[in-house]
């Protein structure tokens, strides 16, 4: 299988996504500030000639933000992408992509109007083959050079303000391990001097939106590199799990015979190389993850601190966290209480939601529990159960979503921490996708879960979708003006009965000045997902 998908990548010249685009890392386009490549279906500008798109200036949210960064112009990351790039392409309609020849997720065809729903499910219930080839895929991504992307070595200032342009191939799954470590990378200020407050896909309200979309990103990589466009990401429901149930051979690799801390030589992923796991290295040189090889994935599981993280998440801990009403609150970093984000991250107490970061819970507890590459948060996508895991605390805020059913509003748009208000382009991500955007259900973006799916829509209601999700933001503005509008009825109505009443005796007939044809008490809008 992975021969015939290495044989089918040489026919595939699709663009790919992810960090900078290998049109794009060059001296010219540094210089110019502008990322906005031609489209091979006609060769314009973000196939601007078949209306796909433009090449367009970048807006920038103005919106403050929180107090944990107290810096400015230090980090290339600040504003992103505009120390790298001012002008990208902002594509038209169903079209994505840095060049505008993609189609958005959920829709595919060569207009990208034809919509489509793909279900991801519980590793447990693959059968043989489909866990087989998904273990192949993995091994096929990570020998596959990318493309169309390039990862950055240096800074913007080591590359002289773009006119020594310091860029690397990459294979395809460490370009998302990659893209990982540089959202969550420390500020270099210079010296040896670095800045670790400050994390662009965690600790604020993005760790959720930040990860959706990067599972979305690798899922649709998988499927261009193999040419199976039905591909997606199996999760690991851990809920009340005894031990690490897909550490064994057969799944994600067992436990190595004589060394604890690696894992078996029978494993598919014995012989994989990580990268972007020495931060305090990288900080000492001020220096960018080059993504050189540096050893073995390293796994212990069940060999953790268990002062910090005692046991693997239980249901009633996520049941509990599902509850929570708040998507957000407080300082919206990890000292947050009651917020539904930071209790699923693991900085707040599963059980009550008050913060406690001396201990780790859900998804951090997972993290933890690995006890080795999974267990740093800059190197942990290096362990390919970082993406069964992923998916599965991405299937639970599709439960809060959907349980709670939050306008967009509820999504900060102001004072949360650098790179995590609502219009913030997420890092390192180009094209652009800002936060808010992936603040609504999955079946939106093309995808369910197993354990999650509803009856399916009919053609009528998925055409529907998008203007349901109109309707749904606006709600509280049309029930508010339907509810004035009672009130003014109910006023006019009685001034006019008064009036009535006081003429009844001088008048024998009596002239309606308001029908009764028209009930606007019982106007209400809603919308249904």
Known sequence: MPLFAMGFLLVILQPATGQFPRACANTQSLMRKECCPPWDGDGSPCGELSSRGSCQNILLSQAPLGPQFPFSGVDDREDWPSIFYNRTCKCEGNFMGFNCGECKFGFLGPNCTERRLRTRRNIFQLTPSEKDKFLAYLNLAKNTPSQDYVIATGTYSQMNNGSNPMFRNINVYDLFVWMHYYASRDTLLGGSNVWRDIDFAHEAPGFLPWHRVFLLLWEREIQKITGDENFT?????????????????????????????????????????????????????????????????????????????????????????????????????????????????????????????????????????????????????????????????????????????????????????????????????????????????????????????????????????????????????????????????????????????????????????????????????????
């Open 233 to 529: 990401i199996p999760y690991w429901d851990w809920r009340d799990a005894e031990d690490c149930v897909v550490c064994t051979d057969e799944y994600m690799g067992g436990r190595h015979p004589t060394n604890p801390n690696l894992l078996s030589p029978a494993s598919f992923f014995f012989s994989w190389q990580v990268i972007c796991t020495r931060s305090e290295e990288y900080n000492s040189q001020q220096a960018l993850c080059n993504a050189s090889s540096e050893g073995p994935i390293l796994r212990n599981p069940g060999n953790n601190d268990k002062s910090r993280t005692p046991r693997l998440p239980s249901s009633a801990e996520v049941e509990f966290c599902l509850s929570l009403t708040q998507y957000e609150s407080g300082s919206m970093d990890k000292m947050a209480n009651y917020s539904f984000r930071n209790t699923l991250e693991g900085f707040a107490d599963p059980r009550t939601a008050i913060s406690n970061i001396s201990q780790s819970g859900l998804h951090n507890a997972l993290h933890i529990y690995m006890n080795g590459s999974m267990s740093q948060v800059q190197g942990s996508a290096n362990d390919p159960i970082f993406v069964l895991h992923h998916a599965f605390v991405d299937s639970i805020f599709e439960q809060w979503l959907r349980r709670h059913r939050p306008m967009l509003e509820v999504y900060p748009a102001a004072n949360a921490p650098i790179g995590h208000n609502r219009e913030n382009y997420m890092v390192p991500f180009i094209p652009l996708y800002r936060n808010g955007e992936f603040f609504k259900p999955s079946r939106e973006l093309g995808y369910d879960y197993e354990y999650l799916q509803e009856p399916a829509l009919d053609s009528f209601q998925e055409f529907l979708i998008p203007y349901l999700e109109q309707a749904r933001q606006i709600w509280a503005w049309l029930v508010g003006a339907a509810v004035i509008g009672g009130i003014v009825t109910a006023v006019l109505t009685g001034l006019i009965l008064a009036c009535r009443k006081k003429r009844g005796g001088t008048s024998s007939e009596t002239q309606p000045l308001l029908t009764e044809s028209e009930d606007y008490n019982n106007i209400s809008y809603q919308a249904n997902f």
